[in-house]
């Protein structure tokens, strides 16, 4: 006598409802990880800024308290110099104090060009004179004006990636520096810009565009007052 068995499974289409549903979940889960990778990111770029642009500060108003000099040996304007790169003429330009200087360019700049804003110690303390810091290593560029580094070992302040927009030292009296840094991070593209202008300046600092996906565009600006300590 053959018994019959009671064979039950699922169905093709209650396997294609399963599939489905499952498909949504792994993508909804999907969605969120990306989210909360881009919100990481998003977070980490800002604090990376904000630690430069914190760095830049603390640096020149060390310098300031303790060199012991005047602002460009007594200029206040900062000094300016160009230098040719790519065909193009890139205005660079130094604040000193003592032997300590500052070589700096703002804007967005052509591609290889080395270096935004670069702290080096000269030689002597006579003039003030920018380095060419579109150099992987800044040198005078055989101008006779511009003092040498006493070595090589000078250092870039801004970091990968990132845009000088405001570097401004104001001497105010013979001991009374104001100081502000502003510093951007992003792709020259994410940040807003008018017609075939450069990049627009707004509150001392670039603007990040409100166009999707420019969640890897962060901004800083920070100002301070520093005195001169006397020294004997």
């Known amino acids: 006598m053959k018994t019959k068995l009671n064979v039950k499974g699922f169905t ?28 990481y990111s998003k977070g980490a770029d800002l604090s990376n800024v904000q630690n430069v642009t914190r760095n830049i500060i ?33 205005p660079v330009s130094a604040y000193c104090f003592g032997q300590v200087r500052y070589s700096f360019v703002t804007g967005f700049l052509p591609n ?19 380095l060419n810091i579109s150099e992987v290593v800044p040198s005078c560029d055989g101008d006779l004006n511009c003092i040498a580094s006493q070595s090589s070992s000078g250092s870039e302040l801004i970091g ?35 017609g075939n202008t450069p990049r627009l300046v707004k509150d001392n600092n670039y603007q990040c565009s409100d166009n999707a996906g420019q969640q890897y565009c962060a901004t800083s600006y920070l100002t301070t ?8």
């Open 160 to 194: 990968p990636n990132m845009h000088l927009a405001n570097f401004k030292i104001v001497q105010y009296n013979p001991q009374l520096y104001g100081i502000s840094v502003g510093v951007a991070f992003g792709q020259e593209d994410m940040f807003v810009s008018s």
């Open 12 to 39: 093709i289409m209650e396997l294609m409802i399963a599939i489905s549903i499952l498909s949504i979940i792994l993508l909804i889960s999907s969605m969120v990880l990306v989210g909360i990778g881009n919100i």
């Open 112 to 130: 290889g060009w080395s270096h935004l804003l670069w702290l080096d110690k000269m030689v002597t303390q006579s003039n003030c004179f920018p």
């Open 225 to 232: 007052f520093a005195t001169e300590r006397l020294t004997q």
């Open 58 to 90: 603390e640096n020149v108003t060390s310098t300031v308290q303790f060199s012991g000099a005047q602002l460009n040996n007594g200029a206040i304007a900062p000094v300016t110099q160009d230098y040719s790169f790519d065909g193009k003429n890139v």
